[in-house]
């Protein structure tokens, strides 16, 4: 399985601090992508990284892929209030349509 | 906002009877997928399809099936419910192409009493 697996489950932090979440997936993948999903909403796609990239910013989200230890981790600078939610990641296998997420990292930014 | 709507948006239902949830949309997205989402789990994959009338199972596909008639409409229907499939279901739509995001429908809330 693709399956991307966040860790930590938790995180909560002060506003104004950075923050990180990982995602572990066990296959070769075509990309991995974050989603963010504040509470009783849809996911929103954030940001795509394909297999070749190491690294893309977007704002103040910045993703790092290393695909020789399968793994990618999202960064938040500058946390915010509003960027509260739950994130997941979710890999992109190679010619599969499947687009599974693990469970997702809960991250609560204290004003 | 991505033209992706979920149909009905809540529902109680008894256990035992069938139940049917709608995905619909307007993008013309070759992909479509059902998920559910339950407390620790976060979102698990229940069916997906790649076209019309081609569905394949996800990691949770017992006691649910899926039809896509048309291009737009992706239903699932829960055979017989049962209270383990009590959950928010989302709907999400993909383009074709190896490098392409998802785009969610706001969920259904099933309740199976």
């Known amino acids: 399985s693709q399956q991307g697996e966040e860790d930590p489950q938790a995180l909560s932090i002060q506003e104004g601090e950075n923050a990180t979440m990982n995602c572990s997936y066990k296959?070769?993948?075509?990309?991995l992508q974050w989603y963010r999903q504040n509470s009783g909403r849809g996911l929103v796609h954030l940001i795509l990284i394909r297999s070749n990239e190491r690294e893309k910013h977007s704002g103040r989200l910045r993703v790092t892929l290393d695909t020789s230890k399968k793994s990618s981790s999202l960064l938040i600078t500058a946390s915010r209030a509003a960027d509260t939610a739950s994130y997941f990641c979710?890999?992109?296998?190679?010619?599969?349509?499947?687009?599974?997420f693990g469970q997702g990292t809960r991250l609560t930014i204290n004003p | 906002d991505a033209g992706i709507t979920q149909s009905p948006r809540h529902k109680v239902t008894e256990t035992g009877t069938p139940v049917t949830l709608r995905c619909h949309q307007t993008?013309?997205?070759?992909?479509m997928y059902w998920y559910r989402q339950d407390p620790g789990h976060g979102l698990r994959l229940i069916h997906y399809?790649?076209?019309?009338?081609?569905?394949d199972k996800g990691e949770v596909s017992d006691g649910y099936s899926v039809s896509r008639s048309k291009t737009e409409d992706f239903l699932l229907t829960l055979e017989s419910a049962t209270s383990s499939q009590t959950s928010v279901y989302f709907c999400?739509?993909?383009?074709?192409?190896?490098?392409?995001?998802?785009?969610f429908g706001q969920g259904t809330r099933l309740t199976v009493v």
């Open positions: 296959t070769s993948i075509n990309n």
């Open positions: 399809s790649y076209g019309v009338k081609d569905t």
């Open positions: 979710a890999a992109g296998g190679q010619g599969a349509q499947k687009l599974v």
């Open positions: 999400a739509i993909r383009g074709a192409g190896p490098n392409t995001e998802a785009f």
């Open positions: 993008e013309n997205h070759r992909y």
